[in-house]
């Protein structure tokens, strides 16, 4: 039986490439994949609609497509950090409505009256008082797909002072002898400035050859990750990650992690002469290496699968 799915987001690849829509396109693509009927509303992208890995995105035009969308639809999945539209439509025509919490939650009242609220790390659903069913879901990522042979730069995705732009910069004038690869992110003041070690790349939709196939040591000195896909991305190809121990980043690497506060610019310069040793290169490049493949996927695309299947099922015309 194939299910009619109509989900809202903000925004949505390859448009943005915030990691929330990032890993709510990879389920919605499963889905699609499936043979379910997959169809995206973006409330602030593109004013023209297209086809994404099966499915198909349209644009916003004042409720007339959020509404058609949600009564003509078997499932919504809605997300965390809308206005709350597609809630509120999914209540009024009595659909199923799945949650996706990809984000600190402010407002756990947000999440009430879901079917399911699907958080991407047990690391946030632990943070919140979900006032309805649940179920952690990682983002998708399959390490085929991101293994390449790592290169030489010490990196930093999205320059932003959030994701530690500031330090990249202190750690790059610490260090002149090292070669550092900054990447713009999609989103936040970037953190921008000139050193001759440091080459800067504009948001690239492959991170696989023009990102992760020049580096050596990944930095993720967030302030906040509920997860960490870059983290999770870059370790497939034993990339080492250096990180700011936040509960998701903790949780995605695990005991491969190397974990310096991000207040400690000391710390992490040594962690980076240190991983500059071959040895200890290869030491954690084979640690990552075998988290990599603990976090396969496959389950948590069956589950979630599964239940979606049976949520849309209930009102799937005959």
């Not at 086809?51 to 009564?71: A, C, N």
């Not at 493949?293 to 949520?311: K, M, S, Y």
Request: charged share 20%.
């Amino acid at each position: 039986m194939t299910v009619r799915i109509f989900a809202v987001t903000p925004n949505y690849p390859p448009h943005s490439r915030v990691g929330a829509w990032l890993a709510t396109h990879q389920l919605l693509a499963h889905l699609a994949g499936r043979g379910h009927q997959v169809t995206v509303l973006t409330l602030y992208g593109p004013p023209s609609g297209y086809s994404l890995d099966g499915v198909q995105v349209v644009p916003f035009d004042r409720g007339r497509t959020l509404d058609d969308g949600v009564r003509t639809s078997d499932l919504v999945v809605s997300h965390c950090g809308d206005n709350g539209a597609a809630t509120a439509a999914a209540a009024k025509h009595h659909i199923p409505n799945l949650r996706m919490a990809h984000g600190h939650i402010t407002r756990p009242a947000s999440l009430a009256g879901a079917a399911l609220v699907v958080f991407n790390s047990h690391a946030l659903a632990d943070s919140v008082d979900c006032p309805s069913p649940w179920i952690v879901v990682h983002p998708v990522v399959h390490p085929e797909t991101w293994a390449t042979q790592p290169g030489d730069r010490v990196t930093l995705v999205n320059l932003s002072e959030p994701k530690g732009g500031e330090l990249f910069w202190r750690l790059a004038r610490a260090l002149p002898d090292r070669q550092f690869l900054g990447v713009r992110g999609g989103y936040g003041a970037q953190y921008l400035a000139s050193r001759p070690n440091v080459d800067l790349v504009a948001t690239t939709d492959n991170m696989r050859d023009d990102v992760y196939r020049r580096t050596r040591i990944l930095l993720m000195p967030s302030s906040a990750e509920t997860w960490g896909m870059t983290a999770v991305e870059a370790i497939a190809s034993g990339i080492p990650v250096i990180a700011h121990p936040t509960p998701g980043l903790v949780e995605s690497l695990g005991p491969a992690g190397i974990y310096v506060d991000r207040a400690d610019g000391a710390g992490w310069v040594a962690e980076i002469e240190r991983l500059h040793d071959r040895t200890e290169w290869a030491d954690a490049s084979t640690s990552v290496l075998a988290r990599s493949g603990e976090l396969n996927p496959a389950g948590d695309l069956a589950r979630f699968t599964r239940i979606v299947e049976h949520l849309g099922a209930r009102t799937c015309a005959p």
